[in-house]
């Protein structure tokens, strides 16, 4: 089936420092990729929508210039958190598919901690 | 998309079959209805899809009702490690692009105990 690798799995930064999440697809070329984000207790909610070649979709309230998104290939999208505070400690996942009649695959996940 | 509502919580004896109900009571005619479940500190997995008709895979059983109003997941014989957060969610169907989206809500938490 279809696998979605997220990397790195959790890391722990300064307080004013940047973190990058690779979102890849394995086994399948993805034109979208989804990211979200789940605080503790809580459902996921989208961050954005990340396509290949063009500039990613933003949800309301969410700041396109703290979290940078670059999908530069068919199997790579990248979230960066730019001078991350603790309030953006949470748990970052990417999603993506395949073709049309397939459905999302998440991948495991990154727990950033900002200290 | 249309809205879901799912109970907030269940409990299920480890061998038995969980039964995990979903009102879309609002679904229109080109939605379909998806199941998937996150494990604790994982990344949500994909368990199944269905329009209208029943489906079953390795995983489990979609029933969906006649008017599809509401739907049942079914686990035919659930383990511990199937206890997870089980979202019921509704989205176009031939949607593409950014329209893929899935909207989570807060999910059933179900509980295998031994």
């Known amino acids: 089936g279809a696998v979605v690798s997220q990397h790195p799995s959790r890391v722990i930064c300064k307080s004013g420092t940047s973190v990058k999440i690779e979102c890849r697809s394995l086994d399948f070329q993805a034109t979208t990729m989804f990211w979200y984000r789940q605080f503790p207790k809580q459902s996921l909610m989208l961050m954005a929508t990340?396509?290949?070649?063009?500039?990613?979709?933003?949800e309301q309230g969410v700041e396109k210039d703290k979290f940078l998104i670059n999908h530069a290939s068919l199997t790579l999208s990248t979230l960066t958190v730019t001078s991350a505070h603790p309030e953006d400690s949470s748990f970052y996942i990417c999603?993506?598919?395949?073709?049309?009649?397939?459905?999302?695959?998440f991948g495991n996940g990154t727990r950033l901690t900002v200290t | 998309d249309a809205k879901t509502t799912q109970p907030t919580s269940m409990d299920c004896a480890e061998g038995r079959a969980a039964n995990l109900p979903c009102n879309h009571s609002t679904i229109s005619g080109n939605e379909y209805v998806y199941w998937y479940r996150q494990i604790h500190s994982q990344g949500p997995q994909y368990i199944i899809h269905?329009?209208?008709n029943n489906e079953t895979n390795e995983m489990a059983s979609l029933i969906i009702t006649e008017d599809r109003k509401s739907s049942t997941l079914i686990l035919p014989h659930a383990t511990l490690r199937d206890t997870a957060v089980y979202y019921c969610?509704?989205?176009?169907?031939?949607?593409?692009?950014?329209?893929?989206?899935?909207?989570f809500g807060k999910g059933t938490l179900l509980t295998v105990n031994p």
């Open positions: 999603s993506a598919r395949g073709d049309y009649s397939s459905p999302l695959h």
């Open positions: 269905g329009l209208k």
């Open positions: 990340s396509n290949e070649g063009s500039k990613a979709t933003y």
């Open positions: 969610i509704v989205r176009p169907m031939n949607s593409g692009g950014s329209n893929y989206k899935l909207t």
